[in-house]
């Protein structure tokens, strides 16, 4: 009588096919995951521009960046301020750095990116000066931001820059004020929003969002701010 089982090969085939199946679909929910935890990034950086210039509207100023290392005028600040989520300003009204992270208490916004490390917060001096509310006509930002590789400038004279440093999350700081080791596979680009200099860059895994200067000084003359300075 015939056997109605099934052989040994029989059984393997189907393992094979199913794992192949499982395989195909596998991959796509990681990288259905990844494609999520951007998009929530994205979203919590947008919250972060919008609570920027509400502060700008609000008191005519940007806020300063939360310090986070020893950065320009950090040093001196006491280490319990630093990753605290709050602005640092000296006593005349100045950013004590204008390279730290996002001011996430005083904005209120989201503390982290999706993969846990603050979003990096670079201003432009001019833009966030407490002895001078008010934007002037002819004010322009210091920051640059290049698209990826070869194809030129994204935008220039730009007032301030957010940036996720992404899934490698290489020289992002983290909750405990860690700065997270960089690999060998890092891209010029990402490189670039590292550097703590002035110019920024699309690429690798890397979010970089800006706010452009002419559209927040027309946020400013909506809020009723007027310009300084002649036509
Ligand atoms: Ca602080
Ligand atoms: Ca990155």
Not at 33 to 45: A, L, P
Not at 136 to 157: F, K, M, P
Not at 188 to 204: F, K, M, P, Q
Request: proline share 3%.
């Amino acid at each position: 009588m015939k056997n109605q089982g099934f052989t040994l090969i029989e059984v393997a085939v189907v393992m094979i096919i199913l794992g192949l199946l499982m395989g195909g679909i596998i991959v796509p929910m990681s990288e259905q995951m990844r494609i999520q935890r951007m998009k929530q990034t994205r979203t919590t950086m947008e919250q972060s521009l919008e609570a920027i210039t509400g502060h700008a509207l609000v008191h005519g100023m940007l806020p300063c960046p939360d310090c986070v290392d020893n950065q320009d005028g950090c040093k001196s600040l006491s280490k319990k301020h630093h990753n605290d989520g709050r602005q640092d300003r000296n006593s005349q009204g100045q950013c004590l750095t204008t390279v730290g992270v996002v001011p996430w208490v005083d904005l209120g916004v989201g503390a982290v990116d999706s993969w846990g490390n603050r979003i990096h917060y670079r201003v432009s001096k001019r833009f966030a000066d407490a002895s001078k509310p008010g934007f002037g006509r002819h004010d322009t930002g210091d920051i640059t931001v290049r698209d990826e590789g070869e194809y030129g400038l994204l935008a220039d004279q730009v007032p301030l820059v957010l940036v996720s440093y992404g899934d490698n999350g290489y020289g992002a700081v983290s909750r405990a004020n860690t700065t997270m080791a960089i690999g060998d596979d890092i891209s010029a680009e990402e490189r670039l929003n590292l550097d703590h200099d002035t110019i920024y860059a699309h690429g690798g895994d890397d979010l970089v969002l800006w706010m452009a200067g002419p559209l927040l000084k027309y946020r400013m003359i909506q809020a009723g701010w007027p310009l300084h300075g002649a036509l």
